[in-house]
Structures are given as C-alpha cells and as structure tokens.
C-alpha cells in the first residue's frame, strides 16, 4: 500500500532552519503533494502544495516566503526547506497525497488528500 514517511524534524532555536522530507513508498505514480502542520490544540494547516512534475507549487500566507516546497521523483521524496524558523512554527508537520489532484492551487482542501504521513516534531525555541 502507499505510505509516506516523513523525516527532518526536531528541535531548534529561533533562525535556524530545517529541511522536512517525505518518502513516498507504494506507487509507481507520482501524486500531487503538501505539506500541512498542526499546531498543539489547533486544527491542521496547509502550507504548500506541488504538482507531480514539481513544474508547479502553490502556498498559503503562512508557508509563503520562509517555505519552499519542491520534490525529486526519481528519490520519491518531497521536501519542505524552512529558514528562519520562529517559535510560532512549533508544530508537528504532515506531508500527504492526493492521488487525482493536478493543480496545487486547488489543494488547500484537507479533505482531498487520500495518504498521510505520521508526522514529524518541529520545535522551535526562542
């Protein structure tokens, strides 16, 4: 079955930066991809999707900017780089999958996504 395993997290001071990866296992086929994040008691945010090729990305005002979202097909990774990490980015990070999905600026809808990864801790301290 397709499974996405991500990796890259853990614990930093205020302006570092970390890159997220996912691993996609299971599918021959590369998926529309993005990644969300879920801070503690709040509801899961997305904050970046890329089209199969990677010819295309797409982000919200919160991954704009300090976020770049980009994938290397041939590794089955997608990746999230992430400069100048602030306290507020404290969450734990979800990639997922939508497997009809060709347009990332369609895809800041949870409810399409069809795989999830288990997550991955961000901390942030000041």
């Known amino acids: 079955q397709v499974r996405l395993v991500e990796s890259g997290g853990g614990s930093v001071q205020a302006g570092d930066s970390l890159r997220l990866s996912c691993v996609v296992s299971?599918?021959?086929?590369?998926?529309?991809m993005a990644w969300w994040r879920q801070k503690p008691g709040k509801e899961r945010e997305f904050l970046a999707a890329i089209s199969r090729t990677g010819s295309s990305t797409y982000y919200s005002d919160s991954g704009e900017g300090r976020f770049t979202i980009s994938r290397d097909n041939a590794k089955s990774t997608i990746y999230l780089q992430m400069l100048k990490l602030k306290p507020e980015d404290t969450a734990v990070y979800y990639c997922?999958?939508?497997?009809?999905?060709?347009?990332?600026?369609?895809?800041?809808?949870?409810?399409?996504?069809?795989?999830w990864g288990q997550g991955t801790q961000v901390t942030v301290a000041t």
């Open positions: 299971g599918t021959f086929s590369p998926y529309l």
């Open positions: 997922a999958g939508d497997r009809f999905g060709t347009e990332p600026s369609m895809a800041a809808s949870r409810d399409r996504y069809d795989y």
